[in-house]
């Protein structure tokens, strides 16, 4: 559990950092929270010559919410998403998210940014922000751009990101509505065995708007437009949820691993989904 | 005056902090402050760091080993392969099972994480970087995983150095995968009570490969000083005189010249019972270098390549007549030990205790038989957290009466009742040879029902089944009950030896002028407490506080030779030791005092912490006093000082027992569960301290929930580890523990001088088949018979789906 020899580099703001990644190229990687990075470099499965510190950058940090928009700096670690009380009006599902990584030890150093730009799979909040709609600012040599999480994940660590480029922060409106973080893991710690994110709006006791993504059942995260709509105009009743689900299974390619083997996944994640679903209209 | 009042004898006892108070951990202060002293915070000028090079494969041919690059990086000064070793005849080292192994790969690897070279650096780093630049060419060749395969004919031969050996230490081999089979028992009394029995039920009980996982994985320091010729070690040992008699054995250093010291040890279980190549390997280099050698593991491979546990496939048989009163048990076990068979038994014993298996029933007839397996596995099976082989005879039975119950249609709870060992049969002779020393089953178990309420809990049930029934509910309720028999305290030394060393333990005691004293004792403590308990057994016995005690083990300069701490051994063993060697510290001392007080030494009786003259209370002399006597006054014929010593052999084992309950909830559509109560009742002997007895079955109870629900050492077809971290090795933390109610009755062992058991294990034999009676009983009204460990969400989920509760 000994990582190969690396040079260690921590800018104080964006623009040096930036220079770092272009400087080394593919020997470069920034660092986060480390709680991806540096246990695959420990296994000696990533090989990092030269690790970027975002750690100093303090523009990276903090949470704004400017009326109905929420913006949040990918340096903020998850204790600090549990923490803002802003963020727990403005965007509840976070914070029932974020209790259920791992532990406090690691969220009080992992980070927002990191979770979701490194593309792992097993990550919550990659679904999360496809759930929300949120969009992530990337900062390269030429500028920054937008790209939208529901655009942003390719396969299993491959994302819309450039090597040369930096996640710096991710912004969406205010959800409203209800809303419930379903999460089905073997232990504290564990990746999710499925999980779901759900925020439903509803007008007149009908579904009127509706998200659905869920984690780690596929080599990206799955956000399902047509779950969303299979309840919208309904009440959310029995049939609908199962309409719902049933899109949602259509969608999900999950793989055997030591969690279990693809049928108990497909039926866990048809229930953690129903379960989530009733949870989020019972507090619509 | 207040003050001037003599304190009474409640105060005197009080104060002693003897057996029975509930006195706090005298260690916790150094631990609880991060100033423990681990073998890794171990530095010694000019020390070199040890790196293994081990094997990706299974089972393979080394073609060639290639050390160059590595020999070519800065910092690297050696780089040891079994060549090296060859010529000092230690490329092979023997197990304590009477096999050998090899220290470095000799001409192939049989196991993935196998040793294959060692790297030797100026710092940890280099060690690392170097390991991963030795180039090794490997054949691969064919893997055998499973046991039942290894045993058929055309099966790949993996131990070719005993080719065409039929037969090894424990008798004839079969087939060439083949180790043993050791039987106990009557075979045909056992078969004819079976096939004349009135109902009979079978069953293959699985109980699946895991690992101790001690948070502190091995390691050692090993300083040779070529100027004196003493050789140092520093080790994760639970048993250091062992290693120092086996290395010198080895290495032909003089037992003299080598010190073994097993510093703070966090955690063993079993998991540091055995030796290890990195041992062997840091003593052969610093014997090389002259300079100290550090060798630390890490986890993942604390996980592939120490010791495992269990990996017992025991297919039972079990007769009763039709009222239920059992008459003959049987059992077969197909052992896998992996590539090397290195058990950690009593050597006479290569399947343990196992014969333990009737439990605490009185079965007239019985027969086990093990055939031990070589595989390409780990090798290991040791006793993690029990006494050898006692947790899968204790799973075993508690499985077989389960299923028996079913058989019968007969409640689990009072087919136990009707076949425990009464309270008047004890000494009670066992079918399988064990003459089991006290215990009084029935008050134990009536007091845990009653505890639980099972009459209620058994309506609740069959009112949650119907209401599951009708679709009101989606979650079963399981009733997992458990009485175990262990057998611990190894051992008599007529039929127990490690390695011709008899089971014996020891403990000398100094009582320092002022009153005060240390002990020293053959055992090694790695989390049990004993610098606390120890102190009280001696307190209450020399009538010194134990605040006044020092206890020391692990150093094998200054304690006596002792076999170490695993098997629940050190209170049943090295307890009695202390035990015995205050009384002779008594004895002296009462002579003294009858010189002092002028009386003849019947004329005095001992009194908490004092000598008096017998009718005259008012004339006495304390433990105190006495001791400052011992070492300033000219005594005739006593010699100065006050010491003693005691070595002691056990005449027998101990037997503790113990009832427990587990209530579970189980979600049929996740395959999660929820343990709503665990109630423990344990028979431990005395109590010395009852917190460290709560503690220790807290602790064992989360093992036992771990193992049962979801900690295994799982291998893919080609031998692959598929859990080789804590992500998918299950460790529990506060989050998955449940609340445990403890209880206890109190039955002292007859033959144990202060009449105590030992403790630290029983919450590990009886945990495992408690929470995994407490699944299988959850789907009883559904069919369910057996069912292999670990329960984890998705095999629960799979017994529900194959139940066809998924609709």
Known sequence: MIPASFEYHRPTNLEAALATLKEFGDDARVLAGGHSLIPMMKLRMAAVEHLVDLQAIADLKGIAIDGGTVRIGAMTTQHELIAHQGLAQAAPIIREAALQIADPQVRYMGTVGGNVANGDPGNDMPGLMQCLDATYTLAGPDGTREVKARAFYEAAYMTAREDDEILTAIGFEATGGGWAYEKQKRKIGDYATAAAAVILQKDGGVCSGASIAMTNLADTPVWAAEAGEALVGTACEPDAVGRAVEAMLARIEPTEDNRGPVEFKRHVAGVILRRAIERAWSRA | MNDMTPPTREERVEKLKGLGCSRKRVEDVRFTHGKGNYVDDIKLPGMLHGDFVRSPYAHARVKSIDASAALALKGVVAV????????????????????????????????????????????????????????????????????????????????????????????????????????????????????????????????????????????????????????????????????????????????????????????????????????????????????????????????????????????????????????????????????????????????????????????????????????????????????????????????????????????????????????????????????????????????????????????????????????????????????????????PVKNCDILGMGMFDSCEIRIHPTGSAIARLGTISQGQGHATTFAQILASEIGLSADSITIEEGDTDTAPYGLGTYGSRSTPVAGAATAMAGRKIRAKAQMIAAYLLEVHDGDLEWDVDRFVVKGAPERFKTMKEIAYAAYNQAIPGVEPGLEAVSYYDPPNMTYPFGAYVCVMEIDVDTGTHEIRQFYALDDCGTRINPMIIEGQVHGGLTEALAIAMGQEIAYDEIGNVKTGTLMDFFLPTAWETPNYTTDFTETPSPHHPIGAKGVGESPNVGGVPAFSNAVHDAFRAFGLRQVHMPHDQWRIWKTAHDLGLHG
């Open chain 2, 80 to 491: 040891l392969t079994a060549k090296d070793l060859e010529p000092l005849n230690l490329h092979w080292m023997p197990t304590l099972a009477g096999d050998k192994q090899m220290v470095l790969a000799d001409g192939k690897v049989l196991f993935q994480g196998q040793e294959v070279a060692f790297v030797l650096a100026e710092d940890r780093y280099i060690a690392a970087d170097a390991a991963e630049l030795v180039e090794v060419e490997y054949e691969e060749l064919p893997v055998v995983t499973d046991p039942f395969k290894a045993l058929e004919p055309d099966a790949v031969e993996l131990r070719e150095d005993l080719h065409g050996q039929d037969s090894g230490v424990h008798g004839k081999r079969r087939h060439h995968n083949h180790i043993f089979l050791w039987e106990a028992g009557h075979k045909e009394a056992t078969e004819q009570a079976i096939s004349s029995a009135e109902v009979v039920a079978e069953e293959m009980v699985y109980y699946h490969r895991t690992h101790p996982c001690p948070l502190e994985t091995c390691g050692s320091v090993a300083s040779m000083d070529k100027v004196n010729g003493k050789l140092t070690v520093y080790g994760t040992f639970q048993a250091p005189h062992v290693v120092r008699t086996v290395a010198s054995l080895l290495s032909g250093i003089e037992e003299h010249n080598i010190r073994v010291v097993s510093p703070d040890i966090g955690g063993g279980f079993g998991n540091k019972v055995g030796v290890y190549p990195g041992y062997v390997c840091s003593i052969v280099a610093s014997i090389v270098t002259g300079r100290p050698v550090k060798w630390v593991e890490d986890r993942m491979e604390n996980l592939m390549a120490t010791a495992f546990a269990r990996d017992y496939w025991m297919k039972g048989r079990i007769s009763a007549t039709k009222d239920g009163r059992i008459t003959g048990l049987s059992c077969h076990v197909t052992a896998d030990h992996g590539a090397f068979d290195a058990c950690a038994d009593p050597t006479k014993f290569p399947a343990g205790f196992f014969h333990i298996m009737t439990g605490s029933y009185d079965i007239p007839v019985a027969h086990v038989g093990v055939d031990g397996v070589y595989t390409n596995k780990a090798p290991g099976g040791v006793a993690y957290r029990c006494s050898f082989r006692v947790t899968e005879a204790a799973y075993f039975i508690e499985r077989m009466i389960e299923v028996l119950a079913i058989e019968l249609g007969m409640d689990a709870a009072e087919l136990r009742a009707k076949n425990f060992i009464r309270k008047e049969q004890f000494p009670y002779h066992s079918a399988l040879g064990w003459e089991y020393d006290s215990g009084d089953y029935h008050t134990a178990w009536e007091k845990a029902l009653k505890a639980v309420d099972y009459e209620g809990l058994r309506r609740e049930q069959a009112e949650r089944v119907e209401a599951f029934r009708r679709g009101e509910t989606r979650k079963l309720l399981g009733i997992g009950l458990t009485h175990f028999t262990e057998i611990v305290g190894a051992g």
